[in-house]
């Protein structure tokens, strides 16, 4: 969706749109819109919308109100947001080609009047790619929207915020894509494109660098599938030269019948998405260097694909990972902790990082303990995990502190090795948390975001239509600008 600014309403106009906050309407507005807004229980809470047709002129006009809750509100900014994407929602599809969001009369400043974009556009983005039948209804339509009496600083305030939409959007396409079409090797040239020419730097280990290094425990994952797996890391330095770096890394499972351990058949195609880890990572770090984030900051991609052929790895086998400890491999199903260990790791010992949090669409078990509402946060550091919390009350990217303590720990010792990779059926994202913990160095402050429940979505959501949410990259920029910039800035 194409975002324009203009200082007055287009001669042409057939749909303009304005904000209003709860119990208010906006100014200039006729009778009949006041009085239709009255009727249909239009109030002006967070999302709601209501419109109607009026007499301008010579021309009928399409006249959309959208509700931006509580002007004092503590989520005024998602509020906000809400606003945007009611119009989006309402019209994308409408056979509206063009809108104006009309602001001359509103009391938002430029980080406000950004956050109403920002929901506008999140809202448009959908995967259309492979769809060649639709109705004519069901097509996008509204491809632009100008807006007219923008606050001084929106320009800045805009391409900032649209930064984190080009990532949002980054991580939806990836983890939209079939697998088919994404699988490790494709997945860092879609990268190598997309960082193109941005000055951040891509490192990429293929199956022999990986050997070399000892990572036998992500590549015993991979060892089932005819496509090779990879490493791939994007390094921004836009900080001081001499501080450590944060690192975020992300589980890449491109696509996971189980392999050995196989996967019922019913909903196995919903694991194309176990690579939503991994996605949010490459478009995280996409949106960060977009806005040239004042930051230090590495994104590791642990990239695999879990099939189950005569060279897959089998229950009971043992690998030894980059770190030496040995695994014994009880069910291949939990193969992302396989995947996540090596790459942990090797981050680590590569970037000596200030500090690490791992994203992965790792486990059922912490669906069925935090639902599609929250993704599962567990550190062994409270002010990492207090800091990311803040985040994703910020951002919508909601986390909730799960636990770690040793007598979960010792769920996961093996008889015959250094560990197993699953525990009993109780605790199951817990163990999976503890077994990560295992390859974290002591004093190295750690969180891993259990976000299963989270990447993808079967039905649409305030910002999101059905399928990818982008889950995680608002998170992880937020939490950048939190911790790095307001550091270097004050």
Known sequence: MKILFSQTIPADARLVARIADKGTMPAGLETSLVEGARIAR?????????????????????????????????????????????????????????????????????????????????RGWRHDEYRTKLKEEQKITLKTVTVVGAPEGIDAAWADAS??????????????????KLFPVSFVEKCRKMFEGTGAELIVLDDEAMETLGMGSLLG????????????????????????PMCFVGKGVTFDTGGISIKPAAGMEDMKWDMGGAGAVAGAMLALVTRKAKANVVGVMGLVENMP??????????????????????????EGRLVLCDALHWAQQEFSPLAIVDFATLTGAIIISLGHEYAGLFSNDEDLAARLDTAGKATGDKLWRMPLAPAYDKLIDSPIADMKNVGPRGGGSITAAQFLQRFIAKGTP??????????????????????ATGYGVRLMDQYIRDTLEASAEG
Do not use: Y
Request: net charge negative; proline share 2%; hydrophobic share 40%.
């Open 221 to 244: 994952v991979g060892l089932g599938s005819d496509q090779p797996s990879r490493i791939l890391a994007v390094r921004w330095n836009g900080g001081a030269a001499s501080a450590k």
């Open 446 to 467: 750690w969180a891993h975001c259990d976000i299963a429940g989270m990447a993808w979505a079967d039905k649409a959501g305030t910002t999101w239509d059905k399928g």
């Open 42 to 122: 239009f109030k002006g809470n967070a999302g709601q919308s209501f419109d109607g047709f009026v007499d301008r002129g010579e021309k009928v006009v399409r006249v959309a109100i959208a509700g931006a809750g509580e002007p004092g509100s503590k989520d005024r900014r998602t509020n906000l947001e809400k606003a945007g994407a009611a119009l989006t929602a309402k019209f994308l599809t409408s056979g509206e080609t063009s809108m104006v969001l009309d602001l001359s009369d509103s009391a938002l400043g430029a980080q406000d009047a950004a956050s109403v974009l920002l929901g506008l556009r999140l």
């Open 163 to 180: 930064a984190v939409a080009t990532g949002v959007e980054f991580t939806r396409h990836l983890v939209s894509e079939p697998a088919n």
């Open 309 to 334: 052929d005569g060279k897959a790895q089998r229950p009971g086998d043992v690998v030894t990972s980059m770190s030496g400890q040995t695994i014994e491999v009880i069910n291949t199903d939990a």
